[in-house]
């Protein structure tokens, strides 16, 4: 990690990927409980680019090591420096009286073009530019003033190139090979080697012996500083894109069942509807193992088309070999927790939300402990794409107990608790989003949800008109068994966009009017249907006076409130 990086530059739920990877214990569960507590404090993903698929991944990504601009680049994302020193910043603030020695190794010409192409030929680099591809340059020279050098020996070829001699009381010899020329780097000041031998510009500088700076610029593909902070955006990138815009419930209808949880729905809809969060139900076997099944009653053979084992009386578990026997449908494939591992190698953006249901203490411990153990074959890192559900707040503690996973998902279905009691609880935890249905639901709830950074979510929706109606309630996602991910966000983005062109509008009559809006006001805005906005206006146009606008508030607030409580 760099230390001095300041992470309020970066956007909360981007990709971090650091100078150099945070040293890997020999238990790989630490380090991923270490990148699951960074994320939880600062929102920010810690991922290493090697295990990045980045044709599919859809986060902006935060970076230091220049040689990945290249790779970005051909792939559409765009890339802006967020914070670092150019080349030409770099070489304008070394201390007058200073040689400096630029040695090329590989390629340091790409990015000398344009406008770096002019500010170079002011500093004196006037041999070398984007025309020279894998180039041999050396540039030596003294710093005279504050902006500019008397150029002692300037070079650029395509074979190998040297230069040595005593410079003052220190002899200095450097070498420079282009990717043509030998691909090396090297500056000798008094026998000891300078360089940092790098791609790029090796920038050696020096008073005397005893004061000597190095550095690279990787003038290929940048002219700024290594270490300089880099963000890349792919074109698939939506700001504000809620997380659980759409849960694949189950992982969702498949050959007209739901409730299937087997690998060939999964890869349907993932393939078909676009879906990339899969909700799945997990039972343990008799025998310990972790499965992918809602439950173990009578009933779901027969949804499912399966013979029941003889013997087995009503909801007992099976063992993890008669599971396995008992193809859904007859033909395709029930899933254990290995086996949803596997699939989420093979589909590096698909993420898993846990159905556990149990509320015992043990029975979830022993589900958690089995998720962990069976993850190591596949990579620790998989952990990172769980989301519990929580069914109540003790739930919260036993599992983190067992692994600290970057959020949850607070389920409303199995609980007794007043709105109230549901806010205080995920306040200030890492609860991404807390879903529940519809008879339990109210726009004003949502609105409290939404005001502590939290989505809200509702199961399980398989209508449009649904979708639009709730999408208008202050609801971010929805748990669904058949509706596509294009349908449900194209919906959602419909009805927010119309929300947000109402609620600005008022916002900039009410300041153009009273004055700045305070943020009291504005929470109770956001807690606001489509309905509601259009029914507060009219009585907002008639009011004159800044205390007549408080009355209306009051007054607002106390009747919607009599309605809320009367739904």
Known sequence: MNSELDLSLLDHGAIYIPLSNYPKRQNGLAYAAYRSMFFRKNHIWIEDISKLNL????????????????????????????????????LLEIEIGSYVAISVKDDGSQQIKENALEEAKNLGITLLDNSKLRYS???????????????????????????EGQLGDNYISIKSSGAHGGNYSSVIINGIERSKNSRGMNIVSWENEEKVNSTNFDTFSTIYMQGSLFKATPSKFKPNDARFSVVSHAGGMFQGLTYTNCEEAIEWNYKVNGHR?????????????LVARHNWQSYLYDHLQQKKPEGVGENEPLSLDQFKKLKVLNKYSPLTISDIYKLMTNYPDINIVTDTKYLDADIIKAQFERMISAVEP??????????????????????????????????????????????????????????????????????????????????????????????????????TDTLSTMVIKSEIMREQTEIEVYRDMLFLYIEKRFGRVPIKVLDVFNEL?????????????????????????????AVRNMNLSSE
């Open 277 to 289: 969060v899969f909700e799945i139900d997990f039972e343990l076997t008799s025998d310990g193992e």
């Open 55 to 90: 044709d599919l991944n859809d986060k902006v990504i935060y970076f230091h090591s220049s040689i990945y601009i290249p790779q970005f680049s051909r792939l559409q994302y765009s890339v802006e420096l967020i914070q670092g020193k150019s080349l030409f910043q770099y």
């Open 529 to 557: 249907t489509k309905q509601e906005l259009k029914a507060f206006a009219p009585k907002l146009f008639l009011i004159d006076t800044l205390e007549e606008f408080n009355v209306l508030l009051e007054e607002w607030g």
């Open 137 to 163: 340059y050396i540039w030596l020279a003294r710093k005279i003033d504050k902006e500019s050098y008397e150029v002692i020996h300037q070079e650029c070829s395509c074979e190998e190139l040297s230069w």
């Open 378 to 479: 596949y990579g620790y890192e998989l952990l990172l794409r769980i989301v519990p559900q929580l069914y109540s707040e003790e739930m919260y503690s036993i599992i983190e107990e067992v692994f600290p996973f970057p959020g949850y998902i607070y389920t409303l279905y199995a609980t007794q608790s007043s709105d109230e009691q549901i806010l205080r609880f995920v306040k200030n935890k890492p609860i991404m989003a807390v879903t529940t249905y519809p008879a339990r639901y109210t726009s004003h709830f949502g609105g409290k949800i939404k005001n502590l950074g939290i989505e809200v979510a509702v199961h399980t929706i398989n209508d449009v008109e649904k979708i639009r109606e709730y999408a208008n309630m202050n609801v971010d996602g929805f748990y």
